[in-house]
């Protein structure tokens, strides 16, 4: 820089980040908390299989990452038995109560710059508060983990970690204060979670020297006991859904006892989706990620990578993302999502887990927006998702709010087999850009031949619609001058936040054992070996 240059681009962080590889033979757990990773790996080392480290690190996690998942949330599973070509999805996704009403969703008229570029709705009733939930299915999906793919370790087993730090509490470290802050303006809206998250009416601020100490979640703590006390049914048939109904009544939700009767995970064959030498992902399917990312395995799949990713796979990775995206939008129901929408922090959590044996999860759950709904359930300390903003408000739009109905999302967890079984499983965080993150993790580790290591800390562009593409600064000069060529080229740093790429975490097989790695800009995260 001159003196009299222009100021270059803002630097908001000066330093390098790194985050260590697990490695280990008796299995691991790779989580966006370290605390919930330990949980998971406590099971592993009392005897449980991968689905039931699964379990115990997803219950952790509404402990601690509320801002991200939790007993009000949705999500997608994959098991993959050791030894078998193909995984079984674990769909509790999201789905409208019944009593859904496109007409509590009136529109003003202007178009709403957020997650998704919909109408703006009166009271963005459809982003915070009780007309923003789906029927919560989170607690249906990992009881059905346990019952359908674990080992026989009871509910209460597989709880126990997570009641222990529920009775501890959050972390009132810096982190938690950005996540907080960083919602502050609608939590304060609602009596329960502002007294949770907001005592004094602002977001708890560690001290400034020494520890950061806990503070308690309302009452999820006792949630968490009478579940593994009565079993995970109990939210949906027991007192714990008595307390939700009964605050349903009081805020004016829309989820009927019906709703929470009727809420199941299903288990059904994963997509499969060729890979080149001989390699098999198993993906999702439906309304997921999962046919977009085989659109562009499938585009990819015409190219000869190389020996690295240089200027012209980054080229033909960005095209083919562009034009995944323009048939996703088109062809799968929701034909304005993300169409023009500005960066906005999602909530949503990955976990991947493997055990001695070889069985692989991938997990991934939501509550959509950061807090969800931002509403916390007074008699159970639930805090519910906004999944209602899935929808296109506009009715008789192809992803309409509509009774029952599923929308279109964006989760995409992920594993791969060769023809001895599963070798690798993982997905991210990050809502639309989670395609792009899953896709350069496992080219950089299958195409490229990196270790975990390499390919978690390797720059990553991101694609998330049909025009455009934002790249990682630290890409080499010849890289973005080729993505810039193509035009609408935003190039941007890769920090704690703002957030401009996902968040994945992964874990493949390793000569006799396993290797995993978490998101690197992710300061709480961690993937731990079982010993």
């Not at 980040?17 to 990773?37: D, E, I, L, N």
Request: charged fraction near 15%.
């Amino acid at each position: 820089m001159t003196l009299s240059a222009e100021p270059p681009v803002f630097t908001t962080q000066h330093w390098q980040v790194t985050k260590p590889v697990a490695r280990g033979q008796r299995g691991m757990v790779a989580s966006q908390s370290r605390a919930a990773a330990e949980a998971g790996v406590a099971v592993l080392e009392a005897g449980g299989n991968a689905a039931d480290a699964a379990v115990a690190t997803a219950f952790a996690l509404a402990a601690m990452e509320p801002w991200n998942s939790g007993l009000g949330g949705i999500g997608f599973a994959l098991f993959h038995k050791a030894g078998s070509p193909t995984a079984e999805l674990l769909d509790f996704g999201p789905v409208a109560p019944a009593a859904s009403d496109p007409a509590d969703y009136p529109m003003t008229g202007r178009m709403k710059q957020d997650l998704f570029s919909w109408p703006e709705v009166e009271g963005d009733r459809n982003i915070h508060g009780p007309l923003s939930f789906v029927i919560p299915s989170s607690v249906a999906g990992y009881g059905t983990m346990a019952e359908r793919f674990g080992s026989g370790m009871g509910i209460a087993e597989l709880l126990a970690p997570a009641v222990a730090l529920a009775r501890r509490g959050l972390p009132q470290d810096w982190y938690t204060t950005l996540k907080i802050a960083n919602s502050a303006k609608v939590l304060r809206l609602y009596p329960e979670s502002a007294r949770i998250y907001l005592p004094d009416g602002l977001p708890p601020v560690a001290p400034y020297q020494g520890s950061p100490g806990f503070f308690r979640l309302g009452r999820l703590p006792e949630t968490l006991e009478r579940l593994a006390a009565a079993g995970w049914r109990d939210f949906y048939e027991g007192d714990v859904a008595a307390s939700i109904l009964a605050d349903m009544k009081t805020l004016g939700g829309r989820i009927s006892e019906a709703d929470l009767k009727g809420c199941k995970a299903v288990v059904r064959p994963a997509l499969s989706i060729p890979w080149r030498g001989g390699l098999t992902l198993q993906g999702a399917g439906g309304l997921t990620a999962a046919p977009t990312l085989a659109r562009v395995v499938a585009e990819m799949a015409k190219l000869d990578p190389g020996a690295t990713p240089d200027a012209a796979w980054f080229s033909a990775l960005a095209r083919a993302m562009r034009e995944a995206y323009a048939e996703r939008l088109t062809g799968l129901g929701a034909g304005s999502e993300l169409v023009g929408a500005e960066p906005s922090e999602t909530c949503t959590t990955h976990l991947t887990v493997v055990d001695a044996e070889g069985n692989m999860v991938a997990m991934t759950t939501t509550l959509l927006s950061s807090m969800g709904s931002r509403v916390v359930l007074p008699g159970s300390g639930v805090l519910m998702n906004n999944g209602m903003m899935w929808f296109d408000p506009r009715p008789g739009s192809a992803n309409a709010i509509r009774p029952g109905a599923r929308p279109l999302c964006n989760m995409c967890p992920v594993t791969v087999a060769d023809a001895s079984g599963p070798i690798l499983a993982g997905g991210a965080s990050g809502g639309r850009r989670i395609l792009a993150a899953v896709y350069q993790a496992l080219a950089f580790s299958l195409d490229f031949g990196m270790d975990p290591e390499a390919a978690a800390h390797h720059p990553r562009i991101d694609v998330s619609g049909s025009e455009g593409a934002t790249a990682d600064r630290r890409l080499p000069a010849d890289v973005l001058a080729a993505l810039q060529a193509q035009g609408g080229l935003t190039t941007v740093e890769h920090a704690v936040l703002p957030v401009n790429f996902a968040c994945p975490n992964f874990i493949r097989k390793e000569g006799e054992g396993f290797a995993g790695v978490s998101d690197v800009m992710t300061p709480w995260s961690a993937a731990l070996a079982a010993h």
